[in-house]
């Protein structure tokens, strides 16, 4: 019997019940990390209004960015080799010098008179906010994992604020704020979006990437884009639907797949008048 089908949730961005089970997970998938996770299992959901896919389970990752989430995906403590061997790739290797691109060419065409302030949430290893440095961007960067900030602070190239947005206290207000491969590693994802209201300049625009749940899925269940760590993968409709939950309107989005093979939704936001 599976854990959670007998509870029938509303899915919480367009409020919709019907729920489809994609699979049931006794055992991670191959290049899954488990955390430290005892007991794995999750069952993966897709709400068929809006194409949101879920992942349900009873593990606990509220901690896990504090560092093991590093340990896991960056390396161990190799984080500074990791980061060298990236920055390195050439442009059609680079899924971040791709989103540097986006970015630039956009605020170029779209909003040529706002500064080129940028506040980057859930930095990392700190390739995205050197980039756009080198770019000549004035750079804010917040991570929750204390080695990642010291990390990104010896880089010399940007802000560094240590923390969880939107706790994390910052005064300066920016022309951008970027969550890259980000809210979906966040359960309440609606909150954290709606806190990068305070702190964007007027005509300031929010930039995100979130998992493309409805490419990834022809492709099967075991893609990474479903894995423990995604509480959400994303279609079209879901992510204006969490857009516009959160207090902003979608100015620009497309798909692509990324040079790492990942299927990606990109979108540009601005607030809602």
């Known amino acids: 019997m599976n854990k959670f089908s007998s509870v029938l949730l509303d899915c919480f961005l367009c409020g919709s019940q019907p729920q489809e089970l994609l699979a049931v997970f006794n055992e991670p998938r191959k290049g899954e990390n488990t955390f430290g996770c005892d007991n794995y299992y999750r069952e993966l959901y897709r709400c068929i209004n809006c194409g949101l896919i879920s992942n349900r389970h009873d593990h606990d990752l509220s901690e896990i960015y504090d560092g093991s989430y590093r340990l896991a995906a960056y390396d161990g403590d190799k984080l500074f080799e990791r980061f060298k061997r990236i920055m390195d790739l050439p442009y059609c290797k680079s899924d971040n010098k791709g989103r540097v691109e986006r970015i630039v060419n ?16 859930g930095s990392g290893m700190g390739v995205f906010p050197v980039e756009m440095a080198y770019r000549g961007w004035d750079v804010t960067a917040v991570d929750p994992d204390p080695h990642n900030v010291q990390h990104l602070n010896s880089l010399g190239e940007i802000n560094v604020y240590v923390g969880y947005f939107p706790q994390v206290q910052i005064s300066q207000k920016f022309s951008l704020i970027t969550f890259n491969k980000v ?19 007027p005509q300031g625009l929010v ?5 493309d749940g409805e490419y990834a899925l022809k492709e099967g269940v075991n893609r990474q884009e479903f894995f423990l760590e995604h509480f959400y993968a994303f279609s079209m409709p879901s992510l204006t639907i969490l857009a516009k939950r959160a207090g902003f309107t979608v100015e620009f989005a497309k798909r692509i797949r990324d040079p790492s093979g990942k299927y990606t939704l990109f979108a540009f936001l601005s607030l809602i008048e």
Do not use: N, Q, R, W
Request: charged fraction near 30%; charge should be negative; hydrophobic fraction near 40%.
């Open 106 to 121: 956009y605020f170029s065409d779209e909003k040529p008179k706002l500064d080129k302030s940028v506040c980057d949430v």
């Open 183 to 201: 809210l979906e590693h966040i359960e309440p994802i609606v909150e954290t979006l709606s806190g990068a209201k305070a702190m964007l300049v």
């Open 207 to 211: 930039y995100i990437e979130l998992p």
